[in-house]
């Protein structure tokens, strides 16, 4: 299932970023002949909330985010498994609230309208809750790869030696 997960992950990132470039070339290219596009930049800008949940989401489950380990490094595996099993759940309990609390924030947004697109601004709001989520399944799922592979030394956020390929290679066919 991760596999699946991060190819899914993968494609609508690329997606996200392709449409986004389109969207900000042709408002500039219209914009240059005098004929702005106003709701495409709103449309860039509602789809760059996602791509960057998404993109965090990635990084998470490949364990790409930056972390400094100096001073964790010298301890033994099984402590290091244990402080980043609490920060996980550290970092759980605060992604749920923030689900909770951007869920609030889309409900009071449903009637208001994003910019000039004419789209309800809850398309937006929504990002956070859904990013949370996506992000802390991530989490689980590298907390459970860690546990359950406490003999080859993976860590849930730390890239080790038993963790240096990416879930989905870009161009490779499958």
Not at 37 to 59: K, P
Not at 86 to 109: D, I, P, Q, V
Not at 123 to 150: D, K, Y
């Amino acid at each position: 299932m991760p596999g699946f997960l991060a190819k899914i992950e993968y494609v609508a990132g690329a997606t996200l970023l392709a449409v986004i470039t389109f969207l900000v070339f042709i408002a500039a290219t219209m914009r240059f002949f005098g004929h702005p596009l106003i709701w495409s930049v709103d449309l860039a800008q509602l789809l760059f909330i996602w791509l960057c949940f998404i993109g965090a989401t990635r990084a998470m489950r490949e364990r790409g985010h930056l972390g400094v380990d100096f001073l964790v490094r010298p301890f033994p595996h099984r402590y290091r498994l244990a402080l980043e099993t609490a920060l996980a759940a550290l970092f759980l309990a605060f992604l749920m609230l923030l689900a909770y609390e951007g869920y609030k924030l889309t409900m009071l947004n449903k009637e208001r309208q994003f910019g000039d697109s004419g789209l309800s601004y809850a398309w937006v709001t929504i990002a956070v809750p859904a990013g949370c989520v996506m992000l802390s399944i991530s989490i689980l799922g590298n907390l459970w790869q860690a546990w359950r592979n406490v003999k080859d030394g993976t860590l849930v956020f730390t890239r080790t030696a038993a963790y240096d390929e990416p879930v989905v290679h870009a161009g490779a066919a499958e």
